[in-house]
């Protein structure tokens, strides 16, 4: 005997037969899809930069697992969909700062906002896991970067016929500090640097002295000529010269 009632819907209602018809009712559940996406921003002493635009020598590698439906590696700003709504995904990054081009920047900090996480929590070097939703989700890492930079500006005043300027000293101005070799600066070169005590000098030029040295940031001893940066700290420092009275070759 063929079934009362036939098709199909979500939903509905259908009345028992009373004379030995039989209902047969099938009910299909479909998966909801969601997807996902992280996003990385760089705070780098205080100044945000989007991934791709932060300072050359931080990079980090984005790590999903599962990794979803799409072949190769993850990436930052890449929507990677074949989960499903309640699945349970770990969320890591990798991290690298190079120390030839960012000597002394440390990370500080990582912390992960998105979808179905309460606040901006830590992003542990293991990872944290996360709930999907149904449809996108979107995830959000910041890494702090802290680090110490050096400026140093040549100042000349040309007082008694005197001709050079600050471009004299390009490559003539230098911090160094403790063993290591010194470093060289143009004129209103900013470096970054490592942590320490950094000795402040210059090549001389016939014809001039040095002045007077001025530092902001950092702690100066003007009797040492020393520059002083713990971490996160930058320092900007001027050193002015002056002609001599006479002839200046």
């Given at each position: ?30 998966p ?26 931080l ?27 309640g ?16 000597p ?81 600066f ?25 002045e ?38």
């Amino acid at each position: 005997m063929s079934p009362a009632v036939t098709g199909s819907t979500t939903g509905g209602s259908f009345t028992v037969p009373q004379s030995g018809q039989s209902i047969v009712c099938t009910l299909t559940n479909t998966p909801k899809a969601a997807s996902l996406q992280a996003d990385k921003t760089w705070m780098v002493d205080g100044t945000p930069y989007a991934h791709g635009k932060q300072p050359d020598g931080l990079s980090a590698t984005l790590g999903v697992a599962p990794t979803g439906n799409k072949t190769g590696p993850p990436s930052w700003g890449e929507e990677r969909g074949g989960y499903t709504a309640g699945d349970t995904v770990k969320l890591s990054e990798t991290t690298s700062i190079s120390d030839s081009k960012l000597p002394g920047c440390t990370l500080t900090d990582s912390t992960v906002a998105g979808t179905g996480i309460s606040g901006s929590p830590s992003l542990p070097a293991s990872g944290r896991s996360v709930t999907l939703q149904e449809g996108k989700n979107s995830y959000q890492v910041t890494n702090t970067v802290a680090c110490q930079t050096l400026t140093l500006t040549k100042q000349v005043a040309n007082t008694h016929g005197g001709t050079r300027a600050a471009e004299s000293w390009n490559g003539h101005l230098f911090a160094k500090a403790g063993t290591a070799d010194r470093l060289a600066f143009d004129s209103g070169l900013k470096r970054y640097v490592a942590t320490g005590t950094y000795a402040l000098s210059e090549d001389q030029f016939d014809g001039y002295d040095l002045e007077s040295i001025t530092c902001t940031g950092g702690t100066y001893n003007a009797d040492a000529k020393t520059i002083t940066l713990t971490t996160g700290q930058s320092a900007s420092c001027t050193l002015k010269n002056v002609d001599k009275p006479g002839s200046v070759t």
